[in-house]
C-alpha cells in the first residue's frame, strides 16, 4: 500500500499565475501519476512522472502549461502555468507501487486531490 | 489502445436490494481491471480488482464483481445495497503488456440508495 500527502487541498488563482502542487508518498515507488478531474466526472491522466527523466504527456497536454518535476522515488511536483478559468479543476497524484513479479499489477493509490479554481 | 465504459450515468436502487453498476472494456491483451470509489469531498478509495485467476472477485464493503472476457464486462454488484452506498464509481483498466502502470477510467457511474 501507500499512503499520499498531496498539498494544497485547495486553492483560489488569479489568472495569469501559476500554482505548484507538491505530492509525497511514503514509500519508493516507481510510477507515479498526475490526473485531473471536473467535479463529478472522470480523471483524465495528465502524464506519468518518471524519477529521472522527463515526464511523459498525454495528448492535448503539454510540458510549459504543466511542468512535472520527480526528484526522488517518494515526491513529484506538478505545476500548472499561466493559468486560466479552463484550468479551474481537481488535481490528483496517484501511484502504482510494484506488485508481485514487479509488474503494474497492484491498485492505484491516489491523493486526497487540489480543489484548483481560477478567477 | 485501452478504454472504459460505463454505460450508465446513474443508478437508482432502494436500500436492502441488489444493485450492479455496469463496465466494459477494451484492450489488446488479459486485463488488469480495478474498481474505485469516491464520496463527496474524498479521494479515490480502492474496491476491487481483477488480475488473473477466478472471474468472480470478492472486494471491500461486500462489493463483488465478475470478469466476464467473452462480453468484455466487469460488473460491479452487492447483494443487498446500504443508504452509504451513494458514491460515484469508477471502473478502470490497464493493460499489462505495457508495463507503464497507466490507468483509464471510465466516465463514472453515480449510485443513490434510497432508504
Known amino acids: 500500500s501507500a499512503v499520499i500527502s498531496q498539498k494544497p487541498s485547495r486553492d483560489i488563482c488569479q489568472r495569469g499565475t501559476s500554482l505548484t502542487i507538491q505530492c509525497q508518498v511514503d514509500s519508493q515507488v516507481t510510477m507515479m501519476f498526475w490526473y485531473r478531474q471536473q467535479p463529478g466526472q472522470s480523471l483524465t491522466l495528465i502524464a506519468t512522472?518518471?524519477?529521472?527523466?522527463?515526464?511523459?504527456?498525454e495528448s492535448g497536454f503539454v510540458i510549459d502549461k504543466f511542468p512535472i518535476s520527480r526528484p526522488n522515488l517518494t515526491f513529484s511536483t506538478l505545476t500548472v502555468s499561466n493559468m486560466s478559468p479552463e484550468d479551474s479543476s481537481i488535481y490528483l497524484c496517484?501511484?502504482?507501487?510494484?506488485?508481485?513479479?514487479?509488474?503494474?499489477?497492484?491498485?492505484?493509490?491516489f491523493g486526497q486531490g487540489t480543489r484548483l479554481t481560477v478567477v | 489502445a485501452q478504454s472504459v465504459a460505463q454505460p450508465e450515468d446513474q443508478v437508482n436502487v432502494a436500500e436492502g436490494n441488489p444493485l450492479t453498476v455496469k463496465c466494459t472494456y477494451s484492450v489488446s491483451g488479459n486485463p488488469y481491471l480495478f474498481w474505485y470509489v469516491q464520496y463527496p469531498n474524498r479521494g479515490l478509495q480502492f474496491l476491487l480488482k481483477y488480475i488473473t485467476g477466478d472471474n468472480l472477485v470478492k472486494g471491500s464493503y461486500g462489493f463483488e464483481a465478475e470478469f466476464n472476457k467473452s462480453q468484455t464486462s466487469f460488473h460491479l454488484k452487492k447483494p443487498s445495497a446500504l443508504v452509504s452506498d451513494s458514491a460515484l464509481y469508477f471502473c478502470a483498466v490497464r493493460d499489462p503488456n505495457t508495463n507503464a502502470g497507466k490507468s483509464t477510467f471510465g466516465d463514472g457511474t453515480t449510485l443513490t440508495v434510497k432508504p
Open positions: 496517484s501511484v502504482v507501487p510494484r506488485g508481485q513479479g514487479g509488474g503494474p499489477n497492484t491498485e492505484a493509490f
Open positions: 512522472a518518471n524519477q529521472g527523466s522527463e515526464a511523459t504527456y
